[in-house]
Every structure is written in C-alpha cells, then in structure tokens.
T-cell receptor, first 114, second 111 residues
Framework: GAVVSQHPSWVICKSGTSVKIECRSLDFQATTMFWYRQFPKQSLMLMATSNEGSKATYEQGVEKDKFLINHASLTLSTLTVTSAHPEDSSFYIC??????????FGPGTRLTVL | TQLLEQSPQFLSIQEGENLTVYCNSSSVFSSLQWYRQEPGEGPVLLVTVVTGGEVKKLKRLTFQFGDARKDSSLHITAAQPGDTGLYLCAGVTRGAQKLVFGQGTRLTINP
C-alpha cells in the first residue's frame, strides 16, 4: 500500500510551547489529508480535514486557533499545537486520501506535554 | 452526528476459538472499513465493504456488510496469538467522505 510518514514519531515539550507535526504522503499526491487524535485505550477522533491550498475544516469542539493546520503542497500537511498544555498530550495520527474511500494512515506522533 | 457502536470493546479468548466483532449504526454509510492497529502505530486497512450484503474473506477473517449498509461484522476463525490487536471499524460518510470510527475492540488471544 501507499506510504504516509509522520515526523517526529514522538516529542516531549514544556507547557506553553508550540509543537509542529509533519505528515507526508511519500508515493502519491493527496489533496486531502486528515488529522486524528487518539487517547489511550480509545478510538481515533477526527480533528480536522486538511485541504491543499485552502483552509482546513475543523470538527466541532476542536479549536482552530490552537491546532493550526497548513497543507501547502500535495504531499505535506502540518499540524501545529500552539501553547501546548498537559491535556494536549495524546497520539496524533494523520491520514492521506488516495481515492474517495481510501485513506492511508501515518504511524502516529506521540506528544507528551510536561 | 453519525455514530458507530462497536462491540465488544474488550475480548480475551484462547487460541483456536472463534469470535465475532460487531459494528452497528443507525446511519447508512457509502462503505465501511475494518482496520487493525498495533500499539504505537497507525491503523492498517484490512478490508473495505461497499455493497449491502457483501461478504469478504481474508484468510481466517470474514467481513460482512449488512443489507442496509448500517452494520458490519468481523468473524475470526481459529484465532491465533498473532491476531491480538485493536480492531477498528470505520464508516465512510456520504458526501463529506470522512471516516467515522467505532470505539474499537481490543482483542487478546491467549496461547
């Protein structure tokens, strides 16, 4: 299957700092990427839909000013967690849409905010 | 809001036993997918079912999509320790083409 990478795979930061997570589709172009958050022992929750060249669409309850998404190219979307707090600690997973009903998921980024 | 109810959420059985995981919704999905996720990794797609009543087999795994495209099941025959993991169903919404995930089933197969 297609490959989606995420960087970094894990990050530890201090409360109040910002963290940027990259999501790349390595062997296909993706006009649409998705960002999910997964808390321990829970399922994936969609945070936002990232559209190349336009603003992201956020799910209800997700603060767009806190979770900044940029999809500047057909192979790269970034998620920046601004002014991170311990409650933002989670496993963040991106996916890239290859076709109407096919998404390929990245390996995830574990964020720990101290 | 479209929701997918997955059950059971936890299942621990002995090697060789059979099991079924269910995924139910009151909403109709254009297709439904099953994923498996290992700890610390992203989900990996196992199958996509599109047509109501469709049955797909992947070795010892059998996936079924309900006639009304609101529910699905995953049946594993003669479970093995290597089947241990988190199984997630996800419905593809019409129009928006977003994935709606069920709560997941954490499966443990004991040797």
């Amino acid at each position: 299957g297609a490959v989606v990478s995420q960087h970094p795979s894990w990050v530890i930061c201090k409360s109040g700092t910002s963290v940027k997570i990259e999501c790349r589709s390595l062997d296909f172009q993706a006009t649409t990427m998705f960002w999910y958050r997964q808390f321990p022992k829970q399922s994936l929750m969609l945070m936002a839909t990232s559209n190349e060249g336009s603003k992201a669409t956020y799910e209800q309850g997700v603060e767009k000013d806190k979770f900044l998404i940029n999809h500047a190219s057909l192979t790269l979307s970034t998620l920046t967690v601004t002014s991170a707090h311990p409650e933002d600690s989670s496993f963040y997973i991106c996916s890239a849409r290859a076709s109407l009903d096919t998404q390929y998921f990245g390996p995830g980024t574990r964020l720990t905010v101290l | 809001t479209q929701l997918l109810e997955q059950s059971p959420q936890f299942l621990s059985i002995q090697e060789g036993e059979n099991l079924t995981v269910y995924c139910n919704s009151s909403s109709v999905f254009s297709s439904l997918q099953w994923y498996r996720q290992e700890p610390g990794e992203g989900p990996v797609l196992l199958v996509t079912v599109v047509t109501g009543g469709e049955v797909k087999k992947l070795k010892r795994l059998t996936f079924q999509f309900g006639d009304a495209r609101k529910d699905s099941s995953l049946h594993i025959t003669a479970a093995q320790p290597g089947d241990t993991g988190l199984y997630l169903c996800a419905g593809v919404t019409r129009g928006a083409q977003k994935l709606v995930f069920g709560q997941g089933t954490r499966l443990t197969i004991n040797p």
